[in-house]
């Protein structure tokens, strides 16, 4: 093995051995990693060459084109990191760089339910309790003003709900007041809707003692991909 | 070994130092108990009431203000991983209280839109005497996904004399 060979082999593993402890901090510091191993390497390959007294032509024509290719790494380092920073100021317009997006999920939520509800017998006693409650919660003074029920559907184990609202206050307070009012229903999922200027809820009522279905994690996990 | 062959060298022993490092980061449950004085009366005229000064002043948020109140208890999550966006769950949530309060939790995602509006269905409820322990989940039966970046609060009707003691939450990672 000639000498620079072994040179560049210590260089390599004293850079490893040095870059390792570092590996905790979080993967954005990654060119401030790279930018120190730049310098390292080349300090390390400096050091080595100044403590042998022998060196030859070769070993500096090595040395030469070990920092060649640095440049050229830097400059391809310097181009993906513009590329990744632009990525970033993008991804960091959303609170969450990975998330399903709302308006997706509520209409997968919204599928979900309605599929939950048409698959469901209807429990006619309890339906017509319920739907009977619901109306009279709705028409309490609190609720009375500015909301107008719609739709109303109630099977075994789910109702639901659609209401027009004549103001925003309404329509936020609705959310509010109304689960907690209704003694016969349990959790429930909602969506404010804003079409055509038409201010509405929509409502998904699980059956006291029974679990509002959850969306299958697969499905959501499919609407995220990009 | 090129010269080539051997920068690679140098860069594999720092991803495969790199990842030992990542793959230690454990993603584990938190546990994490409320005073209930995270709480806030909201509505009209809900500064006039205060905390409970008898015993529990530190800790409990009581209605002491003649009429019910409506308080919302902010829940602070720690756990979930919003690179790989990876959704969480609550394997508990629940909250202590007293005098005929009421509370329902509200799950709401990053863009405000819609809600989970989750209530009790009683089972695992504690009671003794006028203290209860509302419990929302728990972790062998039931769970709830919790999205990436989404908030979640109590909301509590809490009567006149009514109190809320504290509240707790158990967030982890989907199995």
Redesign the interface.
């Given at each position: 093995m000639k000498a620079w060979?072994a040179l560049?082999?210590f260089?390599?593993?004293a850079?490893?051995?040095m870059?390792?402890?570092r590996?905790?901090v979080p993967a954005r510091a990654t060119d401030h990693?790279a930018e120190d191993?730049t310098s390292r390497?080349t300090d390390v390959a400096a050091s080595a060459h100044a403590a042998s007294p022998k060196q030859d032509l070769a070993t500096n024509a090595?040395l030469a084109?070990?920092l060649e290719?640095l440049d050229r790494l830097e400059a391809q380092r310097d181009e993906s990191g513009a590329a990744r920073a632009a990525t970033a100021h993008r991804e960091a317009d959303r609170?969450?760089?990975?998330?399903?997006d709302?308006?997706v999920?509520?209409r997968l939520?919204t599928a979900m339910f309605e599929r939950a509800l048409a698959a469901e017998p209807r429990d006619s006693a309890w339906a017509r309790q319920t739907e009977t409650e619901i109306n009279e919660v709705l028409r309490s003074d609190e609720l009375a003003a500015g909301n107008k029920v719609t739709r109303m559907e109630c099977k075994k184990t789910l109702c639901k709900l659609e209401i027009e609202h004549a103001t925003q206050a309404a329509a936020d307070l609705l959310?509010?007041s109304l689960?907690?009012s209704l003694t016969s229903?349990?959790?429930?999922?909602?969506?404010?809707n804003d079409e055509h200027g038409q201010l509405s809820s929509l409502f998904y009522f699980a059956r006291?003692?029974?679990?509002?279905p959850?969306?299958p994690?697969e499905e959501?996990a499919a609407a995220?991909q990009p | 070994?090129t010269?080539?062959g051997?920068?690679m060298?140098?860069l594999?022993?720092?991803v495969?130092?790199?990842?030992?490092?990542?793959a230690g980061r454990a993603f584990a449950t938190d546990n994490t108990v409320y005073p209930a004085t995270e709480c806030r009366f909201y509505g009209p005229n809900a500064d006039d009431t205060y905390f409970d000064p008898n015993g529990m002043g530190a800790n409990g948020l009581h209605n002491n203000g003649g009429a019910a109140k409506?308080a919302v208890c902010p829940i602070v999550r720690k756990v979930f991983d919003?690179?790989?966006?990876v959704?969480t769950l609550f394997e508990e949530a629940s909250i202590q209280i007293s005098g005929g309060t009421?509370c329902?939790l509200y799950i709401r995602?990053?863009?405000g839109?819609?809600?989970?509006?989750?209530?009790n269905?009683?089972?695992y409820n504690y009671a003794d005497g006028n203290h209860k322990n509302l419990k929302f989940f728990t972790g062998d039966e039931?769970t709830?996904?919790i999205?990436?970046?989404a908030s979640a609060a109590f909301?509590c009707?809490v009567p006149n004399g009514g109190a809320i003691y504290s509240y707790k939450t158990s967030e982890g990672k989907?199995p």
């Amino acid at each position: 093995m000639k000498a620079w060979h072994a040179l560049i082999l210590f260089a390599g593993v004293a850079l490893g051995l040095m870059l390792a402890p570092r590996a905790s901090v979080p993967a954005r510091a990654t060119d401030h990693d790279a930018e120190d191993m730049t310098s390292r390497e080349t300090d390390v390959a400096a050091s080595a060459h100044a403590a042998s007294p022998k060196q030859d032509l070769a070993t500096n024509a090595a040395l030469a084109k070990i920092l060649e290719r640095l440049d050229r790494l830097e400059a391809q380092r310097d181009e993906s990191g513009a590329a990744r920073a632009a990525t970033a100021h993008r991804e960091a317009d959303r609170p969450e760089a990975s998330l399903l997006d709302g308006a997706v999920s509520r209409r997968l939520h919204t599928a979900m339910f309605e599929r939950a509800l048409a698959a469901e017998p209807r429990d006619s006693a309890w339906a017509r309790q319920t739907e009977t409650e619901i109306n009279e919660v709705l028409r309490s003074d609190e609720l009375a003003a500015g909301n107008k029920v719609t739709r109303m559907e109630c099977k075994k184990t789910l109702c639901k709900l659609e209401i027009e609202h004549a103001t925003q206050a309404a329509a936020d307070l609705l959310p509010m007041s109304l689960p907690m009012s209704l003694t016969s229903m349990g959790s429930a999922w909602y969506v404010q809707n804003d079409e055509h200027g038409q201010l509405s809820s929509l409502f998904y009522f699980a059956r006291k003692g029974t679990q509002l279905p959850q969306m299958p994690r697969e499905e959501l996990a499919a609407a995220a991909q990009p | 070994m090129t010269i080539h062959g051997k920068t690679m060298l140098a860069l594999c022993a720092l991803v495969v130092g790199s990842s030992s490092v990542m793959a230690g980061r454990a993603f584990a449950t938190d546990n994490t108990v409320y005073p209930a004085t995270e709480c806030r009366f909201y509505g009209p005229n809900a500064d006039d009431t205060y905390f409970d000064p008898n015993g529990m002043g530190a800790n409990g948020l009581h209605n002491n203000g003649g009429a019910a109140k409506y308080a919302v208890c902010p829940i602070v999550r720690k756990v979930f991983d919003s690179r790989t966006g990876v959704a969480t769950l609550f394997e508990e949530a629940s909250i202590q209280i007293s005098g005929g309060t009421t509370c329902m939790l509200y799950i709401r995602p990053w863009d405000g839109g819609g809600a989970d509006i989750l209530s009790n269905d009683g089972t695992y409820n504690y009671a003794d005497g006028n203290h209860k322990n509302l419990k929302f989940f728990t972790g062998d039966e039931v769970t709830r996904d919790i999205p990436p970046g989404a908030s979640a609060a109590f909301y509590c009707l809490v009567p006149n004399g009514g109190a809320i003691y504290s509240y707790k939450t158990s967030e982890g990672k989907k199995p």
